[in-house]
C-alpha cells in the first residue's frame, strides 16, 4: 500500500505476488522510482511503483533465519547492491544494473561479504567482510553455535 503522506487520500494497492506471501524488507529507491524487496521464497524483487510491475532480480541459494540479501541502492538509483549465499554458505556481493537489467558478482567467494552501503557519492561501495565464516556457517549444527565470525570494513570501487 502506498499512500500519502497525511493519509486523506486512499493509498495505492501493489500486488506483489510473490512465490510466498510475506514480503521482507522494502528498501525505496532514491528517486522514488522502485523499491527492492525480498519475499520468504528467497527472492529480490524489484517491484516499480508506478506500473505495479514486479520482477525477480536473484534467488538465494538456502533458507536461513537471517535474511540474506541486505538490499542497498546506490544514490542514483542505478545500482542495487546485495549479498547472496553461495553453496558452499560463504556469501558473494552482487550489483544488480538498473540500466543493463542484469546483475554482476562482485566478490570472489573465498570470504563472506555481507552487508553493502553505498558512499554518499555513489563511487564506492562498502561492505563487511570475513575469512573465519566458515566455522559458523551451519546453523542448524549446534558445533558451530559458539564459532563467531570476525568482520573487517572493506570497500570497492565501482567501475
Request: glycine share 8%.
Amino acid at each position: 500500500m502506498i499512500g500519502t503522506q497525511e493519509g486523506l487520500s486512499a493509498p495505492r494497492e501493489i500486488k506483489v505476488r510473490a512465490s510466498r506471501p510475506s514480503i521482507i524488507l522494502p528498501t525505496w529507491s532514491p528517486d522514488g522510482k522502485y523499491i527492492a524487496v525480498t519475499d520468504e521464497g528467497l527472492n529480490l524483487l524489484l517491484v516499480e511503483v508506478a506500473t505495479g510491475k514486479v520482477t525477480r532480480i536473484d534467488t538465494d541459494t538456502y533458507a536461513h533465519p537471517e535474511r540474506t540479501f541486505e538490499p542497498a541502492w546506490s544514490p542514483d538509483s542505478k545500482w542495487l547492491a546485495y549479498s547472496k549465499r553461495l553453496p558452499s554458505q560463504f556469501h558473494v556481493l552482487m550489483a544488480y544494473s538498473m540500466v543493463e537489467k542484469k546483475p554482476y558478482q562482485l566478490t570472489d567467494g573465498l570470504s563472506d561479504a555481507v552487508s553493502p552501503a553505498w558512499d554518499a557519492g555513489g563511487k564506492y561501495l562498502y561492505f563487511l567482510a570475513s575469512t573465519d565464516f566458515g566455522l559458523s556457517s551451519g546453523w542448524l549444527d549446534l558445533s558451530s553455535i559458539d564459532r563467531h565470525a570476525s568482520r573487517g570494513l572493506l570497500d570497492g570501487a565501482r567501475g
